[in-house]
Structure formats: structure tokens, C-alpha cells
């Protein structure tokens, strides 16, 4: 707390001297040093509010499993409605299209966030969505192209191509920044979560969407269908 406190009279300090400079720029023509000022009371400003977050942010680990069986793909996720809303404009990820397949097979985003769908293969493909979460038919593009679909409302939707049948994939997206894709030992890791209770709910292909209440200091979160 002390510290803020210093930091903050150091940054109102920097910024009088700021002002100072631009009065007596027209004179002394220092403008070289203003903008190296100002970028330091920045970062300066910056610095409480990161090292709060790194205090208090944690990775919450957990396993999924079906039957007991640890399962890949398991899209796991928290709720966390006193956070902001996601950016409108946010990041971008690839679900990409390879030797007749999408890779990889389940992608979570949180709302938001823009897919890119290269065509990385030899063949033509038609990706499409039809039935719920978001809907698009991307129609045909040349093979080194890629076109975006921008996931902004939360749910399922399940990609097909309308050449090749066999060509699934999935993409949930969460409205949350907190959420996990299990790996092949039904491992997964959520990122940057401050430590407290929360709602957590699971997906897998095939298998209903489960829920429940989680406390972190209650060690890693099992995921388990029957
Ligand atoms: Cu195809």
C-alpha cells in the first residue's frame, strides 16, 4: 500500500514535470525529453495494478475422465460474471484444415474472439456451420486462403464441410476469460484465475454438459461423467 502510495506521487510528479516541459518547450525546445517522460509515468501507473494481479492470479488445475478414464477434449470452464465484458475486437485464433481434417478437433474461445479457418490442404473444402452457436457457410476458397468467423455469443457450434462427411470439428465459446481444453491424460490447466470459489461447467463430443461448484484450495477440479 505504502508502495502505491509512492508510486503514485512519483507519477503526479512526473506529470507536473510534464507540463513544466511543455510551457518552456517553445523556449528550450526539449521535446525530445516530454515524450520520455510521459511514457515513464505510464509504465509507472501500470506497475501497482500489474503486480496486484500477479499477487492474486493463479493456475487451477484439474482432470477430466469418463468412467474413471482420463478423456481428451473436455472443454472445461468458470464463470466469472463480475469481470468486463471481452474487448469487442478480440484475439484471433486458427482452426486449421490439413489432410482432410480440422485441427485441432475441439477449440474453445472465449465470446469474442475471431477464428481463422486457413485452407492448408491440397483439396478444396466448404467449412459450415449450421444447426447452433454461430452460424456460416464459408463456402469454397482456394487452398493458401483462409477466411475469418467471428464467435461473439456463447454456445456450441459444430463445423462440418460439406465435401468431405468425415470432417468435424467443434468450437465452444464461453463467456469467460477462464476456460481449458483436457489433454491426452485428461490433464488441464486455467490460467491467471484470481483464487476463489467458482461455478465451473464441462463439455466433452458426445457427453452432456455438467457443472458444479469448485474452491480451489480443495486441490485439483475432477471433471467426471459416469
Ligand atoms: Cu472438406
Redesign the pocket.
Known amino acids: 500500500m505504502r508502495r502505491e502510495l509512492r508510486l503514485r506521487r512519483v507519477e503526479r510528479l512526473l506529470l507536473v514535470a510534464v507540463k513544466l516541459l511543455d510551457s518552456i518547450d517553445s523556449i528550450f525546445r526539449m521535446r525530445r525529453l516530454r515524450p520520455m517522460l510521459a511514457s515513464l509515468a505510464i509504465s509507472l501507473s501500470l506497475l501497482p495494478a500489474a503486480a496486484a494481479q500477479r499477487e492474486s492470479a493463479m493456475d487451477l488445475h484439474g482432470t477430466a475422465r469418463v468412467g474413471g478414464r482420463p478423456v481428451q477434449n473436455a472443454v472445461i470452464w468458470l464463470d466469472a460474471p463480475s469481470l468486463p465484458a471481452a474487448p469487442r475486437v478480440g484475439p484471433r485464433v486458427v482452426l486449421d ?1 490439413r489432410n ?1 481434417a480440422f485441427s485441432p478437433h475441439v477449440l474453445a474461445v472465449r465470446v469474442g474472439t475471431t477464428v481463422d479457418f486457413p485452407n492448408n ?1 491440397r ?5 459450415f456451420s449450421f444447426r447452433e452457436g454461430k452460424v456460416f457457410n464459408l463456402g469454397l476458397y482456394p487452398v493458401g486462403t483462409s477466411r475469418p468467423v467471428l464467435f461473439d455469443r456463447p454456445g456450441l457450434s459444430r463445423i462440418f ?4 462427411p468425415n ?1 468435424a470439428a467443434y468450437v465452444m465459446a464461453v463467456d469467460t476469460p477462464y476456460f481449458a481444453v483436457s489433454d491426452q491424460a485428461g490433464a488441464f490447466a486455467i490460467r491467471g484465475a484470481a483464487p476463489r470459489d467458482y461455478r465451473y461447467h464441462a463439455w466433452r463430443p458426445g457427453g452432456m454438459e455438467i457443472s458444479g461448484d469448485w474452491t480451489p484450495s480443495a486441490d485439483r477440479l475432477a471433471v467426471d461423467w459416469p
Do not use: A, S, T
Request: hydrophobic share 45%.
Open positions: 484444415q482432410l490442404d483439396v478444396f473444402h466448404n467449412v464441410c460439406n465435401i468431405h470432417m
